[in-house]
T-cell receptor
Framework: TQLLEQSPQFLSIQEGENLTVYCNSS?????LQWYRQEPGEGPVLLVT?????EVKKLKRLTFQFGDARKDSSLHITAAQPGDTGLYLCAGHPSRGTSYGKLTFGQGTILTVHP | GAVVSQHPSRVICKSGTSVKIECRSLDFQATTMFWYRQFPKQSLMLMATSNEGSKATYEQGVEKDKFLINHASLTLSTLTVTSAHPEDSSFYIC????????????FGPGTRLTVT
């Protein structure tokens, strides 16, 4: 079973559309990160959220951490072809066998068509 | 910024040989480094956790004698794939946890290993 369930796994949209990627868990996370990865490169950290209910904005990207620190979302407004890539959520569980280890969701492959 | 480098970026080796991959944190000290493996269009799979000056901790199913990890300093960890086989071909990525910001991990650019 996956500790962090990320959805959707694939997303293909037109330029200008909005989209939301979800990351859900039954476990509590002390912090959660969102990464973007391009083919042949390592993941690049976009944001870290640590407080329940926290909202962070990065230009057209809005990140939210759930009140109970079990879920998070990434919303992109007016998507552009340059947003194309693999988006990964990852978090540090507060307890359990994965405590202290960065645990990844399955990833979302986003394709934005011109 | 927090920069992590990996070397080499690509390597092709023959079956049965060993390959060493280096991971360096360039502008910060990393108490802990991690090694991941990634298959095409999939997420990252943690292989092992490496702490400076101590033995690495391997995830279940990862052979410690095949994937040797050494963390010699606060800025360098190495992964050696011993007696490589074609099924070891993959994208290997390291990451480093900052000593001063433990909640954040920064990733290297990855190493593409192809075993022929």
């Amino acid at each position: 079973t996956q500790l962090l369930e990320q959805s959707p796994q694939f997303l293909s949209i037109q330029e200008g559309e909005n989209l939301t990627v979800y990351c859900n868990s039954s476990s509590v996370f002390s912090s959660l990160q969102w990464y973007r990865q391009e083919p042949g490169e390592g993941p690049v950290l976009l944001v870290t959220v640590v407080t329940g209910g926290e909202v962070k904005k990065l230009k057209r990207l809005t990140f939210q951490f759930g009140d109970a620190r079990k879920d998070s979302s990434l919303h992109i407004t007016a998507a552009q072809p340059g947003d194309t890539g693999l988006y990964l959520c990852a978090g540090h569980p507060s307890r359990g066998t994965s405590y202290g280890k960065l645990t990844f969701g399955q990833g979302t492959i986003l394709t934005v068509h011109p | 910024g927090a920069v992590v480098s990996q070397h080499p970026s690509r390597v092709i080796c023959k079956s049965g040989t060993s390959v060493k991959i280096e991971c360096r944190s360039l502008d910060f000290q990393a108490t802990t480094m991690f090694w991941y493996r990634q298959f095409p269009k999939q997420s990252l799979m943690l292989m092992a956790t490496s702490n400076e000056g101590s033995k690495a901790t391997y995830e279940q199913g990862v052979e410690k004698d095949k994937f040797l990890i050494n963390h010699a300093s606060l800025t360098l960890s190495t992964l050696t794939v011993t007696s490589a086989h074609p099924e070891d071909s993959s994208f290997y990525i390291c990451s480093a946890r900052r000593r001063d910001r433990a909640s954040e991990q920064y990733f290297g650019p990855g190493t593409r290993l192809t075993v022929t």
